[in-house]
């Protein structure tokens, strides 16, 4: 039972923190600014937050049926990402805003901070 409760409270906090479509984020993610921002790993050729991306684009093509456990670990992931980033806080103006890495990294993990501004 208490699991049962807990990916229901983990997919409400997903579905409030990820605001982007499945569609809108793999757009951005084929960007060239969404490839511009976050940190690689390594020398990875991908940053951390753009393999998110495309990992959150398959999971909001996934039936909430057949969520896995892992599926769920991974947008409590994501929910702490996102509401870190967004107490870090961006730039106050909107023409700052539109291009900032700060918006880039988070749209990257499937929240746009402009969505409904």
């Known amino acids: 039972m208490a699991e049962k409760d807990d ?3 983990t997919y409400t906090a997903f579905k409030e923190a990820v605001n982007m479509t499945a569609s809108a984020l793999d757009k951005h993610l084929g960007s060239e600014a969404s490839q511009s921002v976050g940190q ?3 020398g990875a050729g991908e ?3 753009h393999q998110e991306g495309r990992r959150i684009v ?3 093509h996934t039936k909430k ?3 896995s456990d892992d599926d769920y670990q ?3 992931k994501v929910v702490g990402y996102v509401h870190r ?3 870090q806080g961006g730039p106050k103006d909107e023409a700052a805003l539109r ?3 700060w918006r880039l990294s988070l749209m990257n993990w499937g929240h746009d901070p402009m969505k409904g501004a």
Request: charged share 35%; hydrophobic share 40%.
């Open 7 to 9: 990916h229901a409270a």
């Open 40 to 42: 690689k790993k390594d």
């Open 47 to 49: 940053a951390t937050g």
């Open 58 to 60: 398959e999971i909001l």
């Open 65 to 67: 049926a057949d969520l």
């Open 74 to 76: 991974h947008m409590r």
């Open 85 to 87: 980033h967004l107490k």
């Open 99 to 101: 291009d900032s890495p």
